[in-house]
């Protein structure tokens, strides 16, 4: 099994920065692919941004292309989101994924999941 736990998450202005960042433990070495999600109250979760497991092929949502920068070491089994001129409808609870083949956008492909960390963008 693979245990994923994110941070970072806060209360930040619209228009700041935050990065939020997920370690992952247990079988950490099976993961290939990880990636970011999103729920907002009241909305589906939606798929923010992929990476792979060399770094060399990244996924964003049109929404947050150009504002948000997915990142990972493998070294540390970390993967990171830096979000940047963020805007009150970033607002959600914020879930890192794995998974042991390729990467990608669907969450139905993603085998591990973790908790969730609130992001609040105030106007």
């Known amino acids: 099994q693979v245990q994923l736990v994110e941070s970072g998450g806060g209360l930040v202005q619209a228009g700041g920065s935050l990065r939020i960042s997920c370690a992952a433990s247990?079988?950490?070495?099976?993961?290939?692919?990880m990636g970011w999600f999103r729920q907002a109250p009241g909305k589906e979760r939606e798929f923010v941004a992929a990476?792979?497991?060399?770094?060399?092929?990244?996924l964003y949502a049109d929404s947050v292309k150009g504002r948000f920068t997915i990142s990972r070491d493998n070294a540390k089994n970390m993967v990171y989101l830096q979000m940047g001129s963020l805007k009150p409808e970033d607002t959600a609870v914020y879930y890192c994924?794995?998974?042991?083949?390729?990467?990608?956008?669907?969450?139905?492909?993603?085998?591990?999941w973790g908790q969730g960390t609130q992001v609040t963008v105030s106007s």
């Open positions: 247990g079988r950490a070495f099976s993961i290939r692919g």
């Open positions: 990476i792979s497991w060399s770094g060399g092929s990244i």
């Open positions: 994924a794995a998974r042991p083949k390729g990467f990608g956008s669907r969450d139905e492909d993603y085998d591990y």
